[in-house]
């Protein structure tokens, strides 16, 4: 493979991670929603584009596997981003300008620590 250009190198790897991904059309890029069944082979919709032979219902399992580990990276990055700037000075800073800003709030809060809700 290392007598093709880098272009075709780079676009066989773009679609060889699609096709283990499972959720962009190997031939077009579009997004897939679910995979249909139409005897040996997989077509991808809404495209329309044939993915070979493989199972449908394999096909659309994994892709549902592939978007859930992204969701769970995307929420784990998330938290990690807002954990760091509650834990910044920045955040204390807001914090301590709402109490001089609301005096209400701070007596919520001494209220339900007395009161054990805190």
């Known amino acids: 493979m290392s007598d093709l250009p880098p272009e075709v190198q780079e676009a066989a790897a773009t679609a060889l991670?699609?096709?283990i991904a499972g959720t962009h059309c190997i031939q077009c890029g579009q997004?897939?929603?679910h995979f249909?069944?139409?005897g040996r082979s997989s077509y991808a919709e809404p495209c329309g584009c044939r993915q070979g032979q493989m199972k449908a219902a394999?096909?659309?399992t994994r892709?549902?596997?592939t978007l859930l580990k992204q969701?769970?990276?995307e929420r784990q990055v998330l938290y990690n981003e807002l954990?760091?700037?509650l834990m910044s000075e920045s955040a204390w800073e807001i914090c301590d300008e709402l109490r001089?800003?609301?005096p209400a709030l701070e007596a919520v809060r001494q209220k339900e620590q007395e009161d054990g809700n805190l």
């Open 83 to 85: 954990y760091s700037w």
């Open 58 to 60: 394999a096909a659309n």
């Open 63 to 65: 892709r549902l596997e």
């Open 17 to 19: 991670k699609r096709m």
């Open 71 to 73: 969701a769970q990276a």
């Open 36 to 38: 249909v069944q139409v």
């Open 31 to 33: 997004e897939v929603t």
């Open 100 to 102: 001089t800003r609301f």
